[in-house]
């Protein structure tokens, strides 16, 4: 009996530990988005408005945050999480951002806050 209390509490720990990196993956990829843009500046919308870009390379620049917002963290099943942006046609613009198209180089903004996580950063 004691055996089974001392897996159920590991069983837990290991799930908040999983839901834990998985909020902190999705907030990686969301600050990637906080960096200002190198690009170039455009009016967008209205005269008043102007919008700098990102340049190839770096993580996209936000314009109405409709992907930022989008971005989220979500269990599966026990101990199973996914992060990213439920398809539509947001998604299909997270993916055209983060590997290009044939008229659009790659913004990644997923890729390196894996990366950095894997590495150990925070």
Request: charged share 25%; aromatic share 6%; net charge positive.
């Amino acid at each position: 009996m004691r055996l089974n209390n001392i897996r159920a509490a590991a069983v837990r720990q290991l799930e908040q530990a999983v839901a834990i990196k998985a909020q902190e993956l999705r907030n990686e990829i969301v600050g990637n988005f906080s960096r200002p843009g190198t690009g170039r500046k455009y009016r967008r919308y209205n005269p008043n408005r102007i919008h700098q870009a990102s340049s190839p390379g770096e993580a996209p620049a936000i314009d109405q945050g409709q992907l930022v917002q989008a971005i989220t963290a979500w269990m599966v099943r026990p101990g199973h999480w996914r992060v990213g942006v439920a398809g539509g046609e947001i998604g299909k613009i997270g993916l055209y951002l983060e590997f290009g198209t044939q008229r659009i180089a790659p913004r990644p903004f997923v890729r390196p806050a894996v990366e950095k996580l894997r590495r150990g950063g925070n």
